[in-house]
């Protein structure tokens, strides 16, 4: 019999909402605290990034327990995001279910480097980092006057442990080269990453190569945002969405993607590319559609969702989903 990953929800933190800025017709005064979800992913079998036990992948890193580390601009914003709770974060909800941070961890994948998913890479000194391509150049340089640099930490990420998964588009931050004395070790040879098609997904990425966790091409929140797609049963998938949305009732399609002013006499949303997140949420309603179709069940699960967070407590670390 087929052993599947198992996967586990971890805390990371909340962060406080303004649901306007977030879904169409929404009440300009409501605010929700919401949580920043992290996963645990336990593969059973032994691979090159742990040949004696379960590998253990992380995705999403929540919020950092120290909002100084944060940087200025960080700070101002993280101030219109308040009541903001860093505790227990994602080092502490491994420690509570039973893991240490510091060596039980092999890979630590983001789906992007917003404040509240970053965390505290430095919790994780044994991991490698897998992101989406062009976050190095982001987190360096940011990207243009909604993005600028001020906004994130140009070292937030080891680059001797850090791998970009491969590029896909040239509009945005430039991919960094994996350097040639990186210390990153993958459960394959980077040479043979490569985006396929999987079902619907135009571009995904079999991360450990037996086709149990993909990596999902997801743009249009951030530069360089990607979904992970696990195989937990014969016919069971967890889809784990990060930013593609922050509240369900977007991707259920009972609200739209809010719209506010730039700031510059247009109009934005939290998204880099308001279409192609909204194409991203669209090939993520059709994998779910084909395969309910062929009997096989895909929990989508965002971030943000504090719904899904209080009807999921014992699928919780050390629980499992
Ligand atoms: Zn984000």
Same mark, same amino acid.
């Given at each position: 019999?087929?052993? /599947?990953?198992?996967?586990?929800?971890?805390?990371?933190?909340?962060?406080?909402?303004?649901? =306007?800025?977030?879904?169409?017709?929404?009440?300009?005064?409501?605010?929700?605290?919401?949580?920043?979800?992290?996963?645990?992913?336990?593969?059973?079998?032994?691979?090159?990034?742990?040949?004696?036990?379960?590998?253990?992948?992380?995705?999403?890193?929540?919020?950092?327990?120290?909002?100084?580390? /944060?940087?200025?601009?960080?700070?101002?914003?993280?101030?219109?995001?308040?009541?903001?709770?860093?505790?227990?974060?994602?080092?502490?909800?491994?420690?509570?279910?039973?893991?240490?941070?510091?060596?039980?961890?092999?890979?630590?994948?983001?789906?992007?480097?917003?404040?509240?998913?970053?965390?505290?890479?430095?919790?994780?000194?044994?991991?490698?980092?897998?992101?989406?391509?062009?976050?190095?150049?982001?987190?360096?340089?940011?990207?243009?006057?909604?993005?600028?640099?001020?906004?994130?930490?140009?070292?937030?990420?080891?680059?001797?442990?850090?791998?970009?998964?491969?590029?896909?588009?040239?509009?945005?931050? =430039?991919?960094?080269?994996?350097?040639?004395?990186?210390?990153?070790?993958?459960?394959?040879?980077?040479?043979?990453?490569?985006?396929?098609?999987?079902?619907?997904?135009?571009?995904?990425?079999?991360?450990?190569?037996?086709?149990?966790?993909?990596?999902?091409?997801?743009?249009?929140? !951030?530069?360089?945002?990607?979904? !992970?797609?696990?195989?937990?049963?014969?016919?069971?998938?967890?889809?784990?969405?990060?930013?593609?949305?922050?509240?369900?009732?977007?991707?259920?399609?009972?609200?739209?993607?809010?719209?506010?002013?730039?700031?510059?006499?247009?109009?934005?949303?939290?998204?880099?590319?308001?279409?192609?997140?909204?194409?991203?949420?669209?090939?993520?309603?059709?994998?779910?559609?084909?395969?309910?179709?062929?009997?096989?069940?895909?929990?989508?699960?965002?971030?943000?969702?504090?719904?899904?967070?209080?009807?999921?407590?014992?699928?919780?670390?050390?629980?499992?989903?």
């Amino acid at each position: 019999m087929a052993t /599947y990953p198992k996967v586990s929800a971890l805390d990371g933190g909340h962060i406080t909402l303004p649901e =306007r800025l977030f879904i169409t017709d929404a009440d300009p005064t409501k605010r929700a605290t919401v949580p920043s979800l992290c996963f645990l992913i336990q593969h059973p079998s032994p691979s090159p990034i742990s040949p004696d036990r379960t590998a253990n992948l992380i995705f999403d890193l929540g919020v950092k327990r120290n909002i100084t580390a /944060y940087t200025p601009a960080q700070q101002a914003h993280i101030a219109q995001r308040q009541p903001v709770i860093v505790s227990p974060d994602c080092a502490d909800s491994l420690r509570n279910g039973g893991f240490d941070p510091s060596t039980d961890i092999d890979m630590v994948i983001l789906s992007h480097v917003h404040w509240d998913h970053v965390g505290t890479p430095g919790d994780f000194p044994n991991a490698t980092f897998a992101v989406g391509a062009g976050t190095l150049d982001l987190l360096a340089n940011g990207a243009g006057y909604l993005y600028p640099k001020e906004l994130f930490n140009h070292d937030e990420l080891p680059a001797d442990r850090t791998v970009e998964f491969p590029a896909l588009r040239d509009d945005g931050p =430039r991919r960094t080269e994996t350097p040639g004395d990186t210390r990153a070790v993958l459960p394959v040879e980077e040479g043979n990453w490569e985006w396929e098609k999987l079902g619907a997904f135009l571009n995904a990425l079999d991360l450990l190569g037996d086709g149990s966790v993909w990596v999902v091409d997801s743009p249009g929140h !951030l530069y360089g945002h990607v979904n !992970l797609l696990v195989r937990t049963g014969d016919k069971k998938w967890v889809y784990l969405g990060g930013d593609c949305c922050h509240d369900p009732r977007i991707l259920s399609q009972e609200k739209g993607i809010a719209l506010y002013e730039d700031g510059r006499g247009g109009l934005r949303s939290v998204h880099v590319d308001t279409e192609t997140a909204s194409c991203t949420l669209e090939g993520i309603r059709k994998f779910v559609k084909e395969q309910e179709e062929q009997g096989v069940e895909v929990e989508v699960i965002m971030a943000h969702d504090g719904v899904w967070r209080v009807r999921n407590k014992e699928r919780f670390w050390p629980g499992c989903l």
